[in-house]
Nanobody, 125 residues
Framework: VQLQASGGGLVQAGGSLRLSCAAS????????MGWFRQAPGKEREFVAF????????YYADSVKGRFTTSRDSAKNTMYLRMNNLKPEDTAVYYC???????????????????WGQGTQVTVSS
């Protein structure tokens, strides 16, 4: 499975962005996909997860109510709509996928076998 993330950029606080993650190669086996982010000097952290078949979604408390993840199965693409962005949302955003990820393990980086290259999101104050 190959993942290609896109859609990052520079936005003012309070603004919005939509990230995309296009999957290719063996996508029929994907069970779930997640979004993670890594700010300078910090560890990579979980942002959101979506189950590929059922579409159930889960979010980190820091983004709940502001970010929405969705997927278009026909296009093999996952999205992250980010509203009311804050300077602390500045990070490189990564998408990840796995064939056997579970709700219990969706926040764990090591549980994902496939990763996109990351896209930079910068929020100015």
């Amino acid at each position: 499975v190959q993942l290609q993330a896109s859609g990052g950029g520079l936005v003012q606080a309070g603004g919005s962005l939509r990230l995309s993650c296009a999957a290719s190669g063996g996508t029929n086996g994907i069970y779930g996909m997640g979004w993670f982010r890594q700010a300078p000097g910090k560890e990579r952290e979980f942002v959101a997860f979506i189950s590929w078949r059922g579409g159930s979604t889960y979010y980190a408390d820091s983004v709940k109510g502001r970010f929405t993840t969705s997927r278009d199965s026909a296009k093999n693409t996952m999205y992250l709509r980010m509203n009311n962005l804050k300077p602390e949302d500045t990070a490189v955003y990564y998408c990840a996928a796995d064939l056997k990820i579970t709700i219990a393990t969706m926040t764990l980086i090591d549980e994902y076998d496939y990763w996109g290259q990351g896209t930079q999101v910068t929020v100015s104050s």
